[in-house]
């Protein structure tokens, strides 16, 4: 085909004006028009997409409108949106929503106020930032699993080392999982730990972008350090810690790994949060199709809830 | 107020001599620029003054106070920066209020002062702005308000006008200069423009390689620069290099022209530069005394005057002709010289050859 | 202008491979056109779906091939699901040891994955209809989901030809392998049989004698003499027991707590838990758990113990008695484990000492253990049955006993090398007629999410049990309501 046009531009090039043709170039299949080499390109990747993303929740869509159960045999019927209502009336999934939201404040919250402190002082920390950064990063790089575990163990009550430690200072024994309140500041200190890195390296990100001048300005200006810290740092560096929080708060709504290590949801059901309510009527009780409404309303709350963010988040940077 | 002093200076980052031996003397209440190239070290010693960089060697000091490391915030200056370095998520006044804030001086007065400084520089109406709504221009003026809103020992301006266009920068200049007399103070200026330097200083310094060239008027610099780098780096256009051997009071070129020696000329032989400003030759038809021969290579016509460019032996002379001379591409033609404005460098060191008694006239 | 066909064209593509997906997902199951096809663990955005799909077919193919070839005298590995603690490591041992002087071309390999993940381990296989391991050793309540979603075989015809039901306690033939489950608990001969015992189990008492004396014989007695342990010696602690909750931990010792003072969870005839769970009886004896019981535990224990933190308090002289799970307590008798009583074991055993749990107002015992089922996917189901019909064997009923397993066969429970394996065997002898389970219906796991999540609060101390009891009673009472509005 190329050829053919090549060959039809060079027999009249003066009769039609300007020649607008690209220069032919390199000798192309014959049977396969560009249009099609381009899906034939991204058709691995779309398959992919379709098969292990868009079909399995297009499928649990469908599901959520049944009575369907993964391990049970019984005959399907159609409920539509019985499923969504039933969990949307139950009381236990709005305590496991509270729960949920207590903790993604708290952990959030503490991860930002305390990486946000680490990125402000290793920002201003010139010697050996690399190294202290990369040591500081390491908890991010452990699986949660591994995490929950080993802070199982060291938040036991009887033999755990905070315990050890707290009572060799005199402070006496702490019951870090086995009270409510407790237990679940424990779930935020546990996260916390592993994931204070995350908003740190963000916010380093942002802090050793801000120019030494600003800071330099406000040193002759006499500026006090608050100043400096509201005036200069604080909004230079809110855009990308807007964005560093996002992710966290979509990732801590989620949270499942250490719960189930850590307090498997107890004492009672005081630390289950809705992921792990999900999980156990997903895999223990089998009600398949309670659960996939459940976990598409969880979508559709996250998608909501980004969506405010996300305006916000340009607001602020557009500013 | 007060007067500034460097005694040699130095200060390296690395393998980068910034600053080299650099003493200063600024009056108090002078309009003193450092000029010279990027990368001289200007800024540096701006910094260094302001003491947010601390010299390796040597001292600052103020009205004779040795600095000897103190804060930057302890040392009673206002600095203008490159970039205007003004807080990004505050408006023009909180801006300006700043330093007064900082110093905690009462709402009323401190208002006043705003307004004072706003008037002065013509920003009124951009008070409530934030600097991002603002031009370079403007954000210059919120810079400069910042810095000439309290009376501090001296302002340090570091090339503040770089970021503007042309025209704003002809406008800032005169502004600028007008503030200084207006207040008084004294003000610490770079730049690596030097028709800014020659504009606005009453005293230039001129640095390269961190090291200090020469200090002077104006004037000075322009007519009797110290050295061949001092000599290229000032002036509209830059000063023509003819090599040349004295012999016998006469300066020859190697295509053969003639030139008198000026009167700093030594006595004796050697060899040297020649050097002499577009605007201190013209073209000429004669064979007089002091011309040189060579064809045309190009012609600038800019209106109120002619640029010709004469290629002379192996070298470009480039003379400043009257608006009307129009002479054709590769004619031949001759440069008139007027002796008593030539230049004349050692050809290895670079330095002028300088007889103080024996000055070139200036009027 | 462009867009239209553009996106037309896309739709083909998506349809197309729609239909492709579909094709795989519906040409490897039982045809039946539900939604069962497919998405086998399915809830969110579930990933492993296509791939199942994907897999499946080449699996099967290598299995066909597999099977036609064992009965050739290829070598078959047997592997079997069970939960990582002493016992898994014992049957693995002993099967392979003993089976292959039977069959040397069967090996046995056993999968043992944490507790907290047993069930799902084996119901995520069940739901994709395809299962890596050949058996499934259930805990005995997950009986009833596995039969009503069709995962395990139904024995009933090989065990009519390969054990005799009269050589079984009845209430563990039934509690290991019957569904639905005969009223009295018994083993009902015109009932069903889905499993075969692996190992018998029962909460047994784990004392000081060198600091109780002679166990204690009934409930009040246990709790007067755990109080004078604790306030005779300095830093130890009166009891230990399960409390956590990850199963049913909880539950278990909240039920052992009722039932021996003579209360009842639920009416299974009449489907009903309100007014039977929190009767003024069930208060007053969960009442006793936490007030009196609770008191004489280590701060923070009961809330996240379970067998290896019992046997952990006692191995290391924290508490002076502890309820402990039968098959839990291997190990705890050698000098590696429980070093700080003693270096030898004889030295050990003169301090711990094993007895029935103490009664009330009846002698019921909670009943541990588990049965052996054969996953209805296997590709290897003769040489399963096999090794089951091996297993069953009275004689190797003893020789399990005598290697540290706990038969469940009334001669191997009774014989000496039972009696002498280990020092707790008699204890649980005695133990066995009296033995009691809970429900084993398929909504289990429902009734005991809400069962054990509420002990669990009660027993960290955080609820009263007169709140605890009235939130199961409530909360279990609408599940119970379901099922009877669901025609069951």
Partial sequence: MAQTTSVATSAEPSDEGPDFEPPPVARRSGRLTDRWIARLSVAPAMLFLVGLFLFPLLW????????????????????????????????????????????????????????????????????????????????????????????????????????????????????????????????VVVDSWQWTPFIMVIALAGLTAVPDYLFEAAEIDRASEWFKFRHITLPLVWPLLLIAIMFRAIDAFRLFDIVYVVTGGGPGSSTETLSYHLYKIAFQNSDTAVASAYGILMVIVVTIATQFYVKYLTRVQAK | MSAIDLDAVSKAFGDTQAVDDLSLHVEDGAFFVLLGPSGAGKTTTLRLIAGLETPDEGSVSFDGQPAQGAAPSARDLAMVFQSYALYPKQTARENIASPLRARRIDADTADSRIREVASLLHIDHLLDRQPQQLSGGEQQRVALGRALVR????????????????????????????????????????????????????????????????????????????????????????????????????????????????????????????????????????????????????????????????????????????????????????????????????????????????????? | ???????????????????????????????????????????????????????????????????????????????????????????????????????????????????????????????????????????????????????????????????????????????????????????DPAGNLYGLPALADSYVLVYRKDLIGEPPATWDEMIDKAAACQEENEGMY?????????????????????????????????????????????????????????????????????????????????????????????????????????????????????????????????LGGMGMSVSAYTENEQEVLDFLAWFQQPEVQVAWGAFGGVPAQTAALESDEFLSARPWNPAFVESVEDLKDFWNMPEYFRLLDIHNSEANAMLSGTQSAEDTLNNIASQQQEVMDEIREGGL
């Fill in chain 2, 151 to 363: 009376e501090p020992r001296a302002f340090l301006m570091d090339e503040p006008l770089t970021n503007l266009d042309v025209k704003l920068r002809v406008e800032m200049r005169a502004e600028l200069t007008r503030l200084h007399r207006t207040l008084g103070a004294t003000f610490l200026y770079v730049t690596n423009d030097q028709a800014e330097a020659m504009s606005m200083a009453d005293q230039v310094a001129v640095i390269d390689h961190g090291r200090l060239q020469q200090v002077g008027t104006p004037a000075d610099i322009y007519d009797r620069p110290a050295n061949r780098f001092v000599a290229t780096f000032i002036g509209a256009q830059r000063m023509n290099l003819v090599d040349c051997t004295l012999e016998d009071g006469v300066l020859r070129g190697e295509t053969g022209w003639q030139v008198p020696a000026p009167p700093t000329a030594p006595a004796g032989s050697g060899r040297f530069q020649l050097g002499v400003r577009p605007e201190d030759m013209s073209l000429t038809a004669e064979h007089g005394d002091a011309t040189l021969a060579g064809t045309v290579y190009a012609v600038e016509p800019l209106g109120d005057r002619c640029l010709v460019d004469v290629q002379v032996g192996d070298d470009l002379v480039r003379v400043k002709a009257a608006p009307d001379a129009d002479p054709a591409l590769d004619s031949a033609v001759r440069l008139a010289v007027d002796v008593d404005r030539v230049h004349l460098f050692d050809h290895d060191s670079g330095l002028a050859v300088r007889d103080q008694e024996h000055a070139p006239v200036t009027t």
């Fill in chain 1, 60 to 187: 649990a869509v469908v599901l959520s409108f049944s009575t369907y159960s993964a391990t049970r045999n019984q005959p399907i019927e159609w409920v539509w949106f019985g499923n969504y209502v039933d969990v949307l009336t139950s009381d236990q999934v709005w305590e496991r929503a509270i729960t949920t939201l207590i903790f993604v404040v708290a952990a959030v919250g503490l991860q930002t106020l305390v990486g946000f402190g680490i990125a402000w002082l290793l920002s201003r920390q010139q010697r050996g930032r690399g190294a202290l950064t990369v040591l500081l990063l390491l908890p991010m790089m452990l699986s949660p699993v591994v995490v929950g575990a080993f802070w199982k163990l060291m938040l036991d009550s009887q033999f755990g080392v905070v315990n050890r430690f707290l009572e060799a200072v005199g402070v006496g024994q702490v019951l870090w999982l086995t009270q409510p309140r407790l237990a679940l500041f424990s779930l």
């Fill in chain 3, 238 to 366: 009166g009891l230990a027991f399960h409390g956590s909750g990850g199963s049913d931990e909880a539950a278990v010792m909240l039920n052992t707590q009722l039932w021996t003072h003579g209360g009842e969870i639920w009416d299974p005839q009449e489907l009903q838990v309100e007014g039977i769970l929190n009767s003024p009886e069930n208060i007053e004896a969960a009442t006793q758990l936490t007030d009196e019981m609770l008191p004489l535990t280590p701060p923070g224990f009961v809330g996240t113990a379970f067998i290896s933190e019992v046997n952990a308090a006692m191995a290391q002289g924290q508490t002076c008695m502890g309820f402990n799970w039968v098959a839990g307590l291997e190990g705890l008798q050698t000098p590696e484990v429980s070093g700080a009583l003693g270096e030898t074991e004889e030295e050990i055993l003169e301090k711990l000492g094993f007895a029935r749990v103490p009664t009330d107002e009846t002698e019921i015992v909670s």
């Fill in chain 3, 1 to 187: 202008m462009r867009r239209t066909p553009t996106l037309r064209r896309w739709g083909v593509v998506l349809t197309a491979m729609l239909v492709v997906l579909a094709g795989c997902s519906s040409g490897d199951d039982d045809a039946s056109g539900d939604p069962t096809s497919g998405d086998a663990t399915g809830t969110e955005a579930e990933t492993t779906a296509g791939t199942d799909d994907a897999t499946e077919p080449a699996d099967e193919g290598t299995g066909e091939t597999e099977t036609a070839a064992a009965g050739d005298g290829e070598p078959v590995e047997l592997s079997v699901v069970w939960f990582e603690w002493a016992p898994a490591q014992l049957l693995e041992d002993f099967a392979n040891q003993e089976y292959s002087k039977v069959n040397p071309n069967v090996t046995i390999s056993m999968d043992a994955v944490p507790n907290p993940q047993w069930h799902d381990a084996i119901f995520t296989q069940f739901a994709a209809r395809q299962t890596d391991f050949d058996i499934a050793i259930l805990d005995s309540q997950w009986i009833g989901e596995a039969v009503e979603g069709g995962h395990v075989l139904d024995l009933t015809e090989f065990a009519a030809e390969s054990i005799n039901p009269d050589d079984y306690p009845q209430n563990l033939l039934s509690a290991y392998g019957q569904y639905p489950r005969a009223e009295d608990g018994l083993y």
